[in-house]
């Protein structure tokens, strides 16, 4: 799936250098337009050019001792996606590469194909080699990808600015504001209760703290967690400290370990908000979702 880089660049580490390109996954749907199939691409910076999964290769004419000698002549091969459909073509050879891998080296063909997205094709170069042994039969590599893409390893997923979210430690699920300009997630809580608390909040760092939540639907629940640290917000209504806990937080059954600031949060819409601690390194936020 592409992810617009403008829809969250607070995420990216280089954002001007990154404005005008596409972040792009390991792995991508793509299509050749001169085979008509769909190909499950996997996505490699390590690799110079594209490669595409061919087999039965025939030169027109015969063909000469050395590859490149076939340079300009007619190429007919046969391609085959994952699915095992297939797809015989033809197509002037527009040079050689030699590869090396962990196999040694090797020469192959190459040829001008449309590759790319669904209706967003675009010529380049691709070597032709029996990928039928591989888990991908379409590989896409640097010269496809430069100035246009990013890749992401990560593959991160896109969120809206509002998702349904869980937290196990509450049993409930939260219609949840995304919020890329706050640091932190803040959950809604009242009733707070320190044991063996003291006035200073700071002091009571690694002692259990009692609390109860309530999401938009009315739905509440008593939580016990230990505090790990106090957080100072500074908004358009001031200052304040709040505790923080450790809570796991996220789309159900994709939740992981996240620190959360507490507040009374009844006047507000939305009684969880989630920050950039929990967003970074696992998602980019569409807008328009």
Not at 34 to 53: C, P
Not at 73 to 95: C, D, W, Y
Not at 199 to 216: A, C, Q, V
């Amino acid at each position: 799936m592409l992810k617009k880089i403008g829809l969250c660049m607070l995420l990216l580490s280089t954002p001007v250098l990154a404005q005008d390109k596409t972040i792009i996954g390991p792995t991508a749907q793509m299509s050749v337009v001169e085979t008509k199939l769909a190909f499950e691409a996997r996505i490699d910076t390590g690799a110079v050019n594209t490669s595409l999964n061919a087999f039965d290769l025939q030169v027109e004419g015969g063909s000469a001792k050395k590859m490149k000698d076939n340079v300009g002549k007619m190429l007919h091969f046969t391609t085959e996606n994952a699915s095992g459909e297939r797809q015989r073509l033809s197509a002037p050879i527009v040079r050689t590469s030699t590869v090396s891998n962990s196999q040694g080296r090797e020469t192959r063909y190459m040829v001008w194909l449309h590759v790319g997205f669904d209706g967003k094709e675009r010529k380049v170069l691709v070597n032709l080699r029996d990928r039928s042994h591989m888990d991908y039969k379409l590989l896409i590599g640097r010269s496809w990808l430069k100035g246009k893409y990013l890749v992401d390893v990560s593959d991160k997923k896109v969120i809206g600015p509002v998702a349904p979210i869980h937290i196990i430690e509450t049993g409930l699920m939260f219609k949840t504001r995304i919020d890329t300009g706050a640091v932190e997630n803040s959950l809604h809580a009242v009733d707070l209760k320190v044991d063996n608390g003291v006035d200073n909040m700071n002091e009571n760092i690694g002692k259990m703290l009692s609390f109860t939540t309530e999401n938009e639907k009315g739905v509440s629940h008593r939580v016990k967690a230990m505090i790990v640290e106090t957080s100072l917000i500074r908004n358009a209504q001031g200052s304040e400290i709040r505790y923080m806990v450790e809570l796991n937080v996220g789309e159900p059954g994709q939740e992981y370990k996240v620190k959360v600031n507490l507040r009374d949060r009844s006047k507000m819409s939305y009684k969880l908000l989630i920050g950039r601690n929990w967003l970074q390194g696992h998602y980019l936020v569409d807008v328009e979702r």
